[in-house]
């Protein structure tokens, strides 16, 4: 099955500086690529998302690449903010019905 | 207008107890999920279902047995609760091959 792997797993930045968040897949059907933003207490909520036809996308601050070779895909934040603050999660669909999780990073940005 | 809701939120219990938590989506959407999340925040999938089929069982104790009425809900039981089973269950749903939404959760702790 697919096999979700994320790095780092805890991240602390100052304000304004770049974080980066890297995954690898395993499985070679996966072509869907979320990433997931979880404040404390609250639900995971998509913040950006990647397919396997596409290397790269942006939206504002926030891009995401994916190497479909390697395998692996990243998460780009620049100009950090304090809100940007939580615990990130990359994914994976393998199946239609089926999305797999990384361990999940914890980013805090320093004021 | 909740797009993905689920009851109870809070949920506490004593070990050996039965429980259920209930999860209904409005988004039109085809497939619904369950997920595990534990202390370690780590997202494990449970179950996913497409149109009320059955199409993931991710190995799952025998004591939780979900239940799919139609496409827009879809229940989860728990008989004779353990203290492992402490965590927080999201219910999901997608569109096939899509983005997931999650419910708030429902905080379950068994004493």
């Known amino acids: 099955g697919e096999n979700v792997e994320q790095h780092p797993s805890t991240l602390s930045v100052q304000e304004g500086d770049s974080a980066v968040i890297k995954c690898t897949y395993s499985d070679s059907a996966s072509n869907y690529f979320p990433w997931y933003k979880q404040e404390l207490g609250k639900r995971p909520q998509l913040i950006i998302d990647?397919?396997?036809?596409?290397g790269e996308k942006k939206d504002q601050r926030i891009a995401v690449t994916l190497n479909k070779t390697a395998k692996h895909f990243s998460l780009h934040i620049t100009e950090t903010q304090p809100e940007d603050s939580a615990v990130y999660f990359c994914a994976a669909t393998p199946g239609n019905n089926d999305m797999r999780f990384g361990a999940g990073t914890r980013l805090t940005v320093k004021p | 207008d909740t797009a993905v809701s689920q009851t109870p939120k809070y949920l506490v219990t004593q070990m050996g107890n039965d429980k259920s938590i209930k999860c209904e989506q409005n988004l039109g959407h085809d497939t619904m999920y369950w997920y595990k999340q534990d202390s370690k925040k780590f997202l494990k999938i449970m179950f996913s279902y497409n149109n009320k089929e059955l199409i993931i069982n991710e190995t799952v104790p025998n004591r939780f047995s979900p239940k799919s009425p139609d496409k827009a809900h879809l229940n989860l039981h728990i008989n004779s609760l353990e203290l492992g089973d402490s965590a927080v269950y999201f219910c999901a749903s997608s569109q096939i091959g899509n983005t997931i939404y999650f419910g708030e959760g429902s905080w379950l702790t068994v004493v």
């Open positions: 990647i397919r396997s036809n596409v």
